[in-house]
């Protein structure tokens, strides 16, 4: 959630020379992306805004952090794993990865929706081991600008353009040969949840379900900024919608109940940090009053998890959504005490419950037939079991080289 209370207003001097700044592309632009991605590597705050210092930057994580080498981890655990890169309708590079059990028979397809400010590569890597370790081909993408994508870091021109690329992308990988006539779920974190509702109100033919967690479907009313400095805000952000001007939260302080497992959101080497642009705020602003208007029309079937004492997004919200959606098969599970990271920040053995009634969900919808079939609960129990490490792990991992 971004916080919009308390806008700073830039002064004269520093509008103008925001309105001048241009962005080059110039080879000795890139020169210094580079070096300046290989500093911040070292210890320094990184300078992201280009995808080039992005990709730059995480190749100098994995080579300084071997053990975060999600990669060849993914090899031992026998899951295919492919990071790829597809050209959108505007001819932007967006970063592609899925994660694809070796020697499983596949029970449907999920697709990742990752939060603000995030990437697939990061936390997103723990949910897909898991569930692609429980028999689930899993596909993600790093929405323009942000992870590995091309386009200015952090910065949202259009949110509805930005389900448009999601919608692209995964409608493509859906009619492949190998996954037709699987179900395909939508799984969306924070704002990957308005992302996922947005995408499905746009196709909503295209999905068999979603998992929503701690979905962004409504700034809270104590959020928004007194009129007065919201007029300038939307006036701002007309002049220079880029500039980084919206006052930031320590949104891992916020998130992670487990204080043990912040360290895992100042590690991520290619998230979006500081003050949110102005554009970007506006943006979410908007997509989520309009998501608000429209919660009547969600109809697929939802699973909706959100922690009791959430601070970023506003469990209430939740609790409406699940009210009025159209949709027959819906379930709301709030998760007493826990946060908003629900998947990364909380004890271990909430992560382990929840996963394993996100897998549970999943399964009874996409493969019906393996308890029709005979599979047991102990047998149940044995996938979980196998799968939900994955996951425990990813906040168990260290700077130890």
């Given at each position: 959630m971004v916080p919009l209370w308390g806008l700073a207003v830039a002064s004269v001097p520093a509008v103008a020379w925001l309105l001048l700044r241009r962005e080059s592309e110039s080879d000795e632009v890139k020169k210094q992306e580079?070096?300046?991605?290989?500093?911040?590597?070292?210890?320094?705050?990184?300078?992201?805004?280009?995808?080039?210092?992005?990709?730059?930057?995480?190749?100098?994580?994995?080579?300084?952090?071997?053990?975060?080498?999600?990669?060849?981890?993914?090899?031992?655990?026998?899951?295919?794993?492919?990071?790829?890169?597809?050209?959108?309708?505007?001819?932007?590079?967006?970063?592609?990865?899925?994660?694809?059990?070796?020697?499983?028979?596949?029970?449907?397809?999920?697709?990742?929706?990752?939060?603000?400010g995030d990437t697939i590569t990061y936390y997103a890597e723990g949910v897909a081991r898991t569930l692609a370790s429980a028999g689930y081909a899993v596909f993600g993408m790093d929405y323009p600008g942000f992870g590995m994508s091309e386009g200015l870091h952090g910065y949202i021109l259009d949110f509805h353009k930005l389900v448009d690329d999601v919608i692209e992308q995964y409608r493509a990988i859906k009619e492949r040969e190998e996954l037709k006539g699987l179900p395909c779920f939508l799984?969306?974190?924070?704002?990957?949840?308005?992302?996922?509702?947005?995408?499905?109100?746009k196709e909503p033919s295209l999905w068999n379900g979603a998992v929503l967690v701690a979905p962004m479907c409504k700034i809270a009313d104590t959020m928004y900024p007194p009129w007065i400095q919201?007029?300038?805000?939307?006036?701002l952000a007309r002049i220079i919608p880029k500039a980084k001007l919206v006052p930031d939260r320590?949104?891992?302080?916020?998130?992670?109940?487990?204080?043990?497992?912040?360290?895992?959101?100042?590690?991520?080497?290619?998230?979006?940090?500081?003050?949110?642009?102005?554009g970007t705020a506006v943006q979410l602003l908007r997509i989520t009053d309009y998501i608000e208007s429209k919660l009547h029309e969600v109809?697929?079937?939802?699973?909706?998890?959100?922690?009791?004492?959430?601070?970023?997004?506003?469990?209430?919200?939740?609790?409406?959504?699940?009210?009025?959606a159209r949709s027959k098969d819906k379930t709301l599970r709030v998760c007493p005490d826990s946060w908003h990271c629900i998947m990364q920040g909380e004890p271990d053995d909430v992560i382990r419950k929840v996963m394993r009634e996100?897998?549970?969900?999943?399964?009874?919808?996409?493969?019906?037939?393996?308890?029709?079939?005979g599979q047991s609960e102990?047998?149940?129990?044995?996938?979980?079991?196998?799968?939900?490490?994955?996951?425990?792990?990813?906040?168990?991992?260290?700077?130890?080289?």
């Open positions: 580079r070096r300046s991605a290989a500093r911040s590597v070292k210890g320094e705050r990184l300078l992201l805004d280009t995808a080039v210092q992005r990709r730059f930057a995480r190749q100098e994580f994995y080579r300084k952090h071997k053990n975060f080498d999600f990669n060849k981890i993914d090899e031992e655990h026998g899951l295919n794993v492919l990071e790829t890169y597809v050209l959108n309708s505007d001819g932007k590079e967006i970063f592609v990865k899925s994660w694809i059990p070796a020697q499983k028979q596949l029970h449907g397809v999920v697709f990742l929706c990752h939060g603000y799984y969306g974190e924070s704002m990957g949840g308005a992302v996922a509702l947005r995408a499905h109100l919201l007029q300038i805000l939307l006036l320590n949104i891992a302080a916020l998130g992670f109940r487990v204080p043990e497992k912040r360290h895992l959101a100042d590690m991520n080497p290619i998230s979006y940090s500081g003050n949110p642009r102005l109809s697929l079937p939802l699973l909706v998890l959100h922690g009791g004492d959430d601070r970023v997004t506003d469990l209430s919200i939740s609790r409406l959504l699940h009210e009025k996100v897998i549970e969900w999943l399964d009874a919808r996409a493969a019906p037939k393996l308890w029709k079939l102990e047998e149940f129990e044995e996938r979980v079991a196998a799968a939900v490490p994955h996951l425990i792990n990813f906040g168990r991992l260290n700077v130890a080289t």
